[in-house]
């Protein structure tokens, strides 16, 4: 394992046992040294975010694209910004071109699937749940990975059931007409 590898992983533990300050600091160290700067710079977007500065979020995600623009982590986090600021029509964009860039991350699906919801696309809410679903239970992980806090599904299965059953009743309706 890289020595970078391994500093990132310890200020991602660091980060998971609230020690965000000490894991800034090493990602920004990173930085510094240019040691595989995107995973960092992700990560320092996504404390920005945590801490509500949007602004300086939107930057190191920015910036983490510059430095590698295939991070599909960095794409679906700014996303994750636009679906915050109400620009859906954005967030999609980032979103979709996050599933592009890495086919097998799964929370850009779960992200997209929350954007779908907000527009009561329940169907393709539900395809791209099924697509999460499946990839989470494979996923590996991902040294850039991870994200600021993700739009909501709460409450989406009863909507799916309802909605499946509405479909199957004008289903119905239109063959008994």
């Known amino acids: ?3 970078s590898d391994t500093r990132f ?7 998971d046992t609230g020690h965000e300050d000490e894991a ?3 990602y920004e160290d990173m930085v510094a040294k240019a040691e595989d700067p995107s995973p960092a710079l992700n990560r320092l977007g996504v404390l920005a975010a ?8 939107e930057r190191f995600f920015n910036r983490s694209l510059a430095a590698d ?3 599909a982590s960095a794409l679906s986090n700014l996303g994750n910004l636009f679906f915050e600021k109400g620009e859906l029509d954005q967030a999609e964009t980032y979103y979709r071109l996050a599933i592009e860039t890495d086919p097998k991350a ?8 929350a954007l779908l919801k907000k527009r009561n696309d329940i169907s393709g809410m539900a395809k791209e749940m099924k697509t999460y679903n499946r990839l989470r239970r494979h996923e590996v992980n991902n040294p850039g990975g991870g994200a600021i806090p993700r739009p909501s599904l709460a409450g989406c299965g009863a909507q799916i059931v309802v909605i499946g059953a509405l479909i199957a009743v004008a289903v ?5 007409a």
């Open 172 to 176: 119905l309706l239109v063959h008994l």
């Open 1 to 3: 394992m890289r020595e």
């Open 24 to 26: 800034r600091s090493i």
């Open 69 to 71: 623009a295939q991070n």
């Open 106 to 113: 799964a929370l850009p699906h779960r992200n997209l699937a």
């Open 9 to 15: 992983q310890e200020a991602r533990r660091l980060e």
């Open 50 to 57: 945590r801490r509500g500065e949007r602004e300086e979020a």
